[in-house]
């Protein structure tokens, strides 16, 4: 028989600091901290997390599985379509915005009026507050430049601009945080491992395991191209609408500028097949926690809330004093001008104009 270990001693194993449970399961080590719990993001139902899907299944598919580059291939088409209709937008709203924006450039002015926005507003103000109609005898194109009053004074208050881009620039948020999300998920995806063989688990509809190769791929197709697309939707959309000079427009327009934004969402809900689109709808991908605070403390106690806000108005500010401050001022110059003299109605009409009106008396 063995000698018996003295009563206060510690057997062996246990002083390595290893304890074997008694019923045989696997050795835990007692320094090792606990593996931390992995979190899932769903995957949302646009086509390019559809093609991070179709990807995930393209690399874990077996031999003689044919049908999944079929699968591979109608994401990829859906993808590609998407990139062409969305940027095919955007190029199309910045052109128009440029054609607006001509017009009322300072090489413009002082071609046509001889006098650049800045000094023609200055014309305007001194008038108004003098009390003195500006007419030929102050300046030779005087009655251009309160044409050009007419224009402008069509939308009665600044601040339906302010409102407007503020309302736009903030709808891009959703998809900024969708851009970040990915970025810090994808890195933290585990390796191809032994107990994850394949990147895909099609009962789990699970992205689980990824190669760096697959992770390059998956931040170029996801959160890069997303990033691509929307910051010039994000500035091209507000130079668009800081350029308009109807009240009526501005709203109606902004609206129209959201269906950017869901071009992919609408390409896969037409497109993908009702199989395809109730997995991506299931789908997620698994990772690493990750700390979207980024280590700030009370972000989420609402100081992120307030850092959103504080710069979706200090951009907002930017687009409309800085880019387009001359303009900005041209267009409060006539509005004085105009309270002073009543500049001659235009023809067209705005029915947000009336509502203005009443709200500023």
Same mark, same amino acid.
Request: charged share 20%; proline share 6%; glycine share 4%.
């Given at each position: *028989?063995?000698?018996?270990?003295?009563?206060?001693?510690?057997?062996? &194993?246990?002083?390595?600091?290893?304890?074997?449970?008694?019923?045989?399961?696997?050795?835990?080590?007692?320094?090792?901290?606990?593996?931390?719990?992995?979190? !899932?993001? !769903?995957?949302?139902?646009?086509?390019? !997390?559809?093609?991070?899907?179709?990807l995930a299944?393209?690399?874990?598919?077996?031999?003689?599985?044919?049908?999944?580059?079929l699968?591979?291939?109608?994401?990829?088409?859906?993808?590609?379509?998407?990139?062409?209709?969305?940027?095919?937008?955007?190029?199309?709203?910045?052109?128009?915005?440029?054609?607006?924006?001509?017009?009322?450039?300072? /090489?413009?002015?002082?071609?046509?009026?001889?006098?650049?926005?800045?000094?023609a507003?200055s014309?305007?103000?001194?008038? /108004?507050?003098s009390?003195v109609?500006?007419?030929?005898?102050? *300046?030779?194109?005087?009655?251009?430049?309160?044409?050009?009053?007419?224009?402008q004074?069509?939308?009665?208050?600044?601040?339906?601009?302010?409102?407007?881009? %503020?309302?736009?620039?903030?709808?891009?948020?959703?998809?900024?945080? &969708?851009?970040?999300?990915?970025?810090?998920?994808? %890195?933290?995806?585990?390796?191809?491992?032994?107990?994850?063989?394949?990147? %895909?688990?099609e009962?789990?509809?699970?992205?689980?395991?990824?190669?760096?190769?697959?992770?390059?791929?998956?931040?170029?197709?996801?959160?890069?191209?997303?990033?691509v697309?929307?910051?010039?939707?994000?500035?091209?959309?507000?130079?668009?609408?800081?350029?308009?000079?109807?009240?009526?427009?501005?709203?109606?327009?902004?609206?129209?500028?959201q269906?950017?934004?869901?071009?992919?969402?609408?390409?896969?809900?037409?497109?993908?097949?009702?199989?395809?689109?109730?997995?991506?709808?299931?789908?997620?991908?698994?990772?690493?926690?990750?700390?979207?605070?980024?280590?700030?403390?009370?972000?989420?106690?609402g100081l992120?809330?307030?850092?959103?806000v504080?710069?979706?108005?200090?951009?907002?500010? %930017?687009?409309?004093?800085?880019?387009?401050? *001359?303009?900005?001022?041209?267009?409060?110059?006539?509005?004085?001008?105009?309270? /002073?003299?009543?500049? !001659?109605?235009?023809?067209?009409?705005?029915?947000?104009?009336?509502?203005f009106?009443?709200?500023?008396?």
């Amino acid at each position: *028989h063995p000698p018996h270990p003295h009563p206060g001693a510690m057997p062996e &194993r246990e002083q390595r600091g290893v304890y074997m449970p008694i019923s045989g399961d696997s050795a835990m080590s007692l320094d090792e901290p606990a593996p931390e719990e992995e979190q !899932e993001l !769903e995957l949302s139902t646009d086509t390019y !997390e559809f093609m991070a899907m179709r990807l995930a299944q393209f690399w874990s598919r077996a031999p003689g599985q044919y049908k999944v580059w079929l699968h591979l291939f109608h994401g990829a088409m859906l993808y590609v379509i998407n990139l062409i209709v969305q940027g095919s937008v955007v190029f199309f709203v910045w052109d128009a915005s440029v054609s607006l924006e001509k017009p009322w450039t300072d /090489a413009t002015w002082q071609r046509k009026y001889n006098v650049t926005l800045f000094e023609a507003s200055s014309l305007l103000q001194d008038a /108004a507050t003098s009390m003195v109609p500006l007419t030929e005898d102050v *300046h030779q194109h005087a009655a251009d430049i309160l044409k050009q009053c007419q224009v402008q004074t069509q939308v009665p208050s600044d601040a339906i601009y302010w409102i407007m881009i %503020f309302v736009w620039l903030a709808s891009q948020t959703k998809e900024w945080k &969708r851009i970040r999300d990915w970025t810090l998920v994808v %890195f933290a995806v585990q390796p191809v491992s032994e107990s994850r063989p394949v990147p %895909f688990d099609e009962g789990k509809l699970l992205i689980q395991s990824l190669t760096p190769f697959m992770k390059a791929v998956n931040f170029l197709a996801v959160p890069f191209a997303k990033f691509v697309l929307f910051l010039p939707t994000t500035f091209v959309g507000a130079k668009f609408l800081a350029l308009q000079n109807v009240a009526f427009a501005i709203v109606m327009k902004s609206i129209a500028l959201q269906l950017i934004l869901n071009i992919d969402e609408l390409l896969i809900s037409l497109f993908a097949l009702k199989e395809a689109l109730a997995a991506l709808s299931k789908a997620k991908i698994k990772h690493k926690p990750i700390d979207e605070s980024l280590g700030i403390p009370l972000w989420f106690d609402g100081l992120g809330a307030v850092v959103y806000v504080t710069l979706i108005c200090l951009m907002t500010g %930017f687009i409309l004093e800085h880019v387009y401050g *001359h303009l900005m001022m041209f267009r409060r110059s006539c509005r004085l001008y105009d309270i /002073a003299f009543n500049i !001659e109605e235009t023809s067209e009409s705005d029915p947000l104009q009336a509502v203005f009106r009443v709200m500023e008396a």
